[in-house]
């Protein structure tokens, strides 16, 4: 029988740079498809950390070298140009493994905004360091011209920081519903979608400074798909307590009581395997029959048939 599937791509789905890229989609297009051809309706949310830092670092480069003629150019826009690029790929691999597999199904890349809380607590405390390391008086300038926060990283210079507020909701969410109602792949909320704020004027909406985390729009996406399943496809095959240290134990089931006591001893990474428990937790708790998935890439299939990855169900 045929599920509906949210899968959030991990870095390694899509490379460092340009060519990385280009040979990553194809793997990630067998793993997806292998999932169409099980007769699953299949939504696709990708990261964008390596391709809209570099967006962002040519960006900063330009304003650098004709401060004059270019002006820095927003992070939402280098995240909007982020979920183009990548879309190109993925859509490009997808068609690709499908034809040769013979598969009649529609691709299409969302443009995807999400909305988010400009009183949510994040946006007091800025966390995520963004873009190209700069001198002391270049991020001085750019605190007082355009108010940006700044981190001093590891000795190596300064680097911008900003939020990484929960997403609320889903603006293009009618789009992708009828989509993949219609039996297309579809491609969306990449980098965890171009952050927004409603203005109150004009129903404008208005792109943040912000980063939001990829697993928890996937979530949010799930969640509003009315999907079955959230996959979150990563690095590694299963979740592990005690993960590189004595005693690792690798997970095969986790409800989500024992994901908080874990989570409570602080088992699970900050910024990488937290923030997916916490999305997979939050998805199996949402409705009853609701499961979660944690796996490598290329066992996604293997994973939904139950043979391996760490499945969290309530
Ligand atoms: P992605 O790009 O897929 O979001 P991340 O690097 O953010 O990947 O997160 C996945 C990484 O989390 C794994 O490669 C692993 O190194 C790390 N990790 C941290 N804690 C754990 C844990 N308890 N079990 C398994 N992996 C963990
Ligand atoms: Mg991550």
Redesign the pocket.
């Known amino acids: 029988m045929g599920k509906k599937i949210v899968i959030a791509l ?2 390694n789905a899509l490379g460092k740079n340009l060519p990385e890229q280009a040979i990553a989609v194809r793997n990630t297009a067998v793993a997806i498809v292998d999932l169409l051809e099980q007769g699953n309706e299949v939504a696709v949310v990708h ?1 964008n950390g390596p391709q809209v830092g570099m967006i962002a670092n040519a960006m900063t480069e330009l304003t650098r070298s004709d401060p004059e003629r270019y002006i820095p150019c927003p992070l939402s826009v280098c995240g909007a140009m982020s979920q183009g690029y990548i879309g190109y790929d993925l859509q490009n691999a997808l068609r690709e493994e499908m034809e040769c597999r013979g598969i009649r199904h529609g691709v299409t890349t969302v443009l995807t905004q999400v909305e988010v809380d400009p009183a949510d607590p994040a946006f007091d405390n800025p966390t995520k360091p963004i873009g190209s390391f700069m001198t002391l008086d270049e991020a001085e300038a750019l605190k007082r011209d355009r108010d940006y926060d700044f981190v001093e990283d590891a000795g190596r210079g300064y680097r911008r920081v900003v939020a990484s507020p929960k997403p609320k909701r889903i603006v293009e969410l009618d789009t992708i519903d009828c989509l993949v109602a219609a039996d297309h792949v579809v491609v969306c909320c990449g980098g965890g979608g171009i952050p927004v704020v409603p203005t109150g004027e004009h129903n404008h909406l208005k792109g943040a400074a912000a980063v939001i985390d990829k ?1 928890f729009a996937a979530e949010l996406l799930a969640e509003s798909l009315d999907a079955d399943y959230l996959v979150i496809l990563t690095a590694v095959e299963k979740v592990a307590v005690n993960y590189g240290k004595p005693g690792e134990r690798w997970l095969d089931e986790l409800s989500p009581d024992e994901a908080r006591g874990y989570i409570a001893e602080g088992q699970f990474a900050p ?2 395997m937290l ?1 997916k428990v916490e999305a997979c937790v939050n998805f199996a708790e949402s409705k009853p029959g609701r499961s979660a998935l944690i796996t490598l890439l290329d066992r996604a299939a293997d994973g939904i048939a139950g043979k391996t990855g760490t499945v969290v169900r309530a």
């Open positions: 991990g870095g990261g697993d910024g990488s923030p």
